[in-house]
T-cell receptor, first 115, second 113 residues
Framework: DAKTTQPPSMDCAEGRAANLPCNHSTISGNEYVYWYRQIHSQGPQYIIHGLKNNETNEMASLIITEDRKSSTLILPHATLRDTAVYYCIVRASRPMSNQGGKLIFGQGTELSVKP | GAVVSQHPSRVICKSGTSVKIECRSLDFQATTMFWYRQFPKQSLMLMATSNEGSKATYEQGVEKDKFLINHASLTLSTLTVTSAHPEDSSFYIC?????????FGPGTRLLVL
């Protein structure tokens, strides 16, 4: 699975949009981009994933560039509870395999939302 | 989203004893579950892939005889840390696949004295 690069830390003002970048320049055609976050001392929480098109759900929006070499996770109105480590992970889809698609975590981006 | 639970949430044991951690998918069936370990201020490290009805697949460097994994049903996987030592103290997290998405449990904090 392709490797991702994220900034180690970011700050965001409460109420503003948080834009978290991720570089995945070696991504291949069958690999999805997944985003998870981990609040201190908890298990990771699934946020969103996408293949080519931009995606939006109740938590966030995912913008994937046309060449798929990078993406941005957008939290439209960040709150203090969004303070967490955000992980961008590229993973191949292997629907026919029981062992398909292990999630390999990098170091992520530590987002601090400040009042 | 799908819910995954872990039990216990925290455990303290003496060096040399064995500890069993349970991972359950509460509202879905999971043929594949994963076990991770996380040390303080580090990222999650995948230990093994647990497949219902078959042997687990361990990542390189993870001792299969020390970390015993059993996936006897579609909703339960267990990780047993055998002959635990202080260096095994860590945060153990499981995840289960629902479709193409993995959902994580809340984690189990193990402290070996």
């Amino acid at each position: 699975d392709a490797k991702t690069t994220q900034p180690p830390s970011m700050d965001c003002a409460e109420g503003r949009a948080a834009n978290l970048p991720c570089n995945h320049s070696t991504i291949s055609g069958n690999e999805y981009v997944y985003w998870y976050r981990q609040i201190h001392s908890q298990g990771p929480q699934y946020i969103i994933h996408g293949l080519k098109n931009n995606e939006t759900n109740e938590m966030a929006s995912l913008i994937i560039t046309e060449d798929r070499k990078s993406s941005t996770l957008i939290l439209p109105h960040a709150t203090l509870r969004d303070t967490a480590v955000y992980y961008c992970i590229v993973r191949a889809s292997r629907p026919m395999s029981n062992q398909g698609g292990k999630l390999i975590f990098g170091q992520g981006t530590e987002l601090s939302v400040k009042p | 989203g799908a819910v995954v639970s872990q039990h216990p949430s925290r455990v303290i044991c003496k060096s040399g004893t064995s500890v069993k951690i349970e991972c359950r998918s509460l509202d879905f069936q999971a043929t594949t579950m994963f076990w991770y370990r996380q040390f303080p201020k580090q990222s999650l490290m995948l230990m093994a892939t647990s497949n219902e009805g078959s042997k687990a697949t361990y990542e390189q460097g993870v001792e299969k005889d020390k970390f015993l994994i059993n996936h006897a049903s579609l909703t339960l996987s267990t990780l047993t840390v055998t002959s635990a030592h202080p260096e095994d103290s860590s945060f153990y997290i499981c995840s289960a696949k629902a479709g193409e998405t993995q959902y994580f449990g809340p984690g189990t904090r193990l402290l070996v004295l």
